[in-house]
């Protein structure tokens, strides 16, 4: 089943607002990285967070006490529909869906949450913040803002969720039933979370992220990405705009149970996706082993693709990442053009675009997302 | 648990090979999530660090589960809070009469953690009195923990392998109330809206139901709400909320009730509500009261609502070849 992208939107390190992040990352610009510490951590972490700018102008009722990532969320999901042309009221709200795709959540106010609780003893609990650790919270936020009655998920896994996401829009979207689904991946930096990371051995103190290199390690973001899709007969050219994105295929995914696994997983996927042309891959290359897991799958399966990541840039947003792919991999087909890859070693034989690089003749995408924790996922996507 | 429970399914179906695994939680591997701020925040041993963070993960217990028995199928966590099991399954449902898969491993786990039981603890939902759905002196919920998996598959494939099929899942309801992020709205619309929904879906009238297996977690909101919604549409059809056994299992919740549901019809009873003492005069529902009895039960709902406003409800039939 093939369906429309009809609006996108995103809320990034590098600002909000497609087109002006694109712009930045064609420009070769990178997140600044903000310092971050704990009282009771003796270690500080760089991360690149979302600049107060990205937000600005946005407030809502419901969000008053809701956690940075019901923000980001909000943000992003409000642009996307706008970008679509898509007015949620009484009678499509509940042909539309909503799904989220989230790693670890409302990890900011969770933490607070517990400490609390570890500190203070149980009777400190705060019922206020107990609401915003659950899983669903920015989504049901998010529904309330829009008014959707109807479906609502949210999907928890590790940074191919986005891209699980989209795999399960489509499953919803064989229902007839729907007219819309709107997809929000999003995720919130905190101390807590670089520090497991790093007692992980995926997270490096401060940046740069060098993809397809010595595995050195990810700086964490934090963000959130939103694509609407809708079904191709009903989304002509000429109500989408001019160029219609079509997501060809959502790869149904795989798991690993070892790190050494992931390239295969990774390799099965890529094979699947690449049984016709395509002309570039958008990586989920993050400085960890998810580069080699990527860099063999697409050495062997599709050697003369030209490959970007732009996690050196924006850094590893996680739940958020997916999604971030997804509209990368749009804006590439629609401008025709690349960003440079940041911080790579010169000796990667992969085709990466080390300056700003035209691609005038692509047509077909695969993006690809290996995640930290045993899921894998992938999609082709075309420009029509 | 998740062991458990995908064992008593590959030994009365050995034979069953996934397509798509689709499992609800709500705090997932929280507890590993608490070793380590706890032993962090007070300075303690961290040498196992690195095993509390891989193991954190929603779908990390899943993966492993299925592993174990060499199922490799992909998986989507759905944690859509305590209607997740429900979910998991009615999207599950969907996925196979879409045509889009053959088989899916379905259903929820949730394992007892100290922030879940104090944060229900900070609401005052939880209460440490016995648990009384629809009882006009509840006092609100116990928790519990579960898991439990049901093996989906289209009728033609499991007639066409000789499958012992158990049931029938015929319609799925989902809906959203966006009233409150903890509190059903007390008009009862969003659990009354899962319900038609899964009415219509099934193409089914609320006069085919026999059985309504409640989400009725014994609070005061809850139990309100859904007992309108119930009486609004249905006329004295019985009812019972069996967590008055088990206590509410979060995303297990709507799977183990599945469950409860599908021995429902095989074995042609009406599961009970103990520690059912007194009627609610708001509530007009034919409670099973405290002892389960038999009945021709033909075809069965069952009702799981969450955080967030988010409900779900999935109707199944007893399968007649």
């Known amino acids: 089943m093939s369906l429309a992208i009809a609006g996108m939107g995103w809320v990034t390190p590098l600002g909000s607002g497609v087109d002006s992040v694109w712009e930045r990352l064609l420009h070769g610009h990178e997140a600044s990285p903000t310092t971050i510490s704990e009282k009771f951590g003796d270690r500080a972490y760089g991360v690149f967070r979302v600049p107060e700018s990205a937000m600005e102008g946005f407030g809502h009722p419901r969000l008053r006490r809701a956690s940075v990532i019901s923000r980001f969320a909000a943000v992003a999901g409000l642009d996307a529909l706008r970008a679509a042309g898509v007015k949620l009221d009484s009678q499509n709200a509940e042909r539309t869906a909503l799904i989220f795709a989230i790693s670890n959540g409302g990890v900011i106010y969770t933490k607070r949450f517990y400490r609390d609780v570890v500190d203070a003893g149980a009777q400190s609990a705060s019922p206020l913040l107990f609401p915003e650790t659950v899983f669903n919270a920015p989504a049901s936020h998010l529904a309330a803002i829009l008014g959707i009655t109807g479906t609502t998920y949210t999907l928890v896994g590790d940074g191919a969720v986005g891209l699980l996401a989209i795999r399960m829009a489509e499953d919803l979207m064989a229902n007839e039933a729907l007219d819309h689904c709107l997809i929000v991946g999003t995720e919130e930096v905190d101390w807590l979370l670089c520090d497991a990371y790093r007692r992980w051995r995926l997270l490096r103190s401060a940046p740069p992220i060098e993809p397809f290199g010595q595995r050195r390690g990810m700086i964490l973001s934090e963000g959130a990405g939103a694509i609407v899709l809708a079904h191709l007969p009903r989304r002509s050219t000429e109500e989408v705009g001019e160029r219609l994105f079509v997501v060809e295929s959502a790869h149904p995914g795989g798991n690993f149970t070892k790190r050494v696994e992931a390239g295969k997983i990774s390799e099965r996927i890529v094979r699947d996706l690449a049984e016709s042309k395509i002309d570039f891959v958008i990586s989920s290359a993050n400085g960890t082993f998810v580069d080699q897991a990527e860099y063999r799958a697409l050495e062997r399966v599709v050697p003369n693709a030209v490959v970007y990541t732009a996690k050196p840039a924006l850094g590893e947003s996680i739940g958020a990442a997916g999604v971030w792919q997804v509209i990368l991999a749009a804006q590439a087909l629609r401008s025709a053009e690349l960003p440079p890859v940041l911080h790579a070693d010169a000796a990667v034989s992969l085709r990466l675009p080390r300056e700003r690089m035209s691609i005038p003749e692509a047509r077909h995408a695969i993006v690809l997302s290996c995640g930290l924790n045993q899921q894998a996922a992938g999609l082709r996507l075309a420009i029509e | ?321």
Not at chain 2, 11 to 22: D, H, M
Not at chain 2, 121 to 131: F, I, R, V
Request: some cysteine; charged content about 20%; glycine content about 10%.
């Open chain 2, 1 to 321: 648990m998740i062991i458990e429970a995908l064992k008593e399914i590959l030994t009365q179906a050995p034979q069953f090979k996934p397509g798509l695994t689709v499992i609800g939680t709500t705090s997932g591997g929280m507890s590993y999530g608490e070793d380590y701020y706890r032993t962090l925040r007070q300075s303690g041993d961290l040498r196992r660090a690195p095993t509390w963070i891989a193991n954190y993960p929603a779908q990390k217990p899943v993966i492993d589960a299925q592993e174990f028995f060499g199922i490799s199928s992909p998986c989507q966590v759905i944690a859509n809070a305590c209607a997740s099991g429900t979910n998991a399954i009615g999207h599950a449902f969907e996925c196979v009469r879409s045509g889009r898969y053959q088989r899916v491993l379905s259903g929820g786990y949730d394992a007892l953690s100290e922030m879940v039981f104090v944060g229900f603890d900070s609401l005052q939902a939880s209460t440490p009195e016995k648990c009384r759905p629809f009882d006009r002196r509840r006092t609100g919920m116990v928790l519990g923990e579960g898991a439990a998996i049901l093996a989906l598959e289209n009728l033609d494939s499991a007639n066409g392998r000789g499958a012992r099929i158990l049931a029938e899942i015929i319609g799925y309801g989902i809906s959203t109330d966006n009233f409150h992020i903890t509190q059903p709205n007390p008009s009862g619309i969003g659990p009354r809206q899962a319900m038609e929904r899964a009415l219509a879906n099934a193409n089914a009238s609320a006069k085919e139901v026999d059985y309504i297996n409640a989400h009725g977690t014994a609070t005061v909101f809850n139990d309100a709400a859904e007992g309108k919604a119930i009486s609004t549409l249905f006329n004295g059809v019985p009812v019972s909320s069996t967590k008055s056994m088990m206590g509410h299992s979060l995303g297990a919740a709507g799977a183990i009730e599945a469950i409860v549901c599908l021995l429902a019809l095989q074995h042609q009873f009406l599961p009970s509500n103990i520690n059912f003492r007194e009627s609610d005069d708001d509530l007009d529902l034919n409670i099973v009261a405290n002892e389960a009895r038999p009945a021709r039960v033909r075809t069965v709902l069952s009702n799981s609502f969450g955080f967030g406003g988010t409900n779900a409800s999935i109707l199944m039939r007893k399968f007649e070849a």
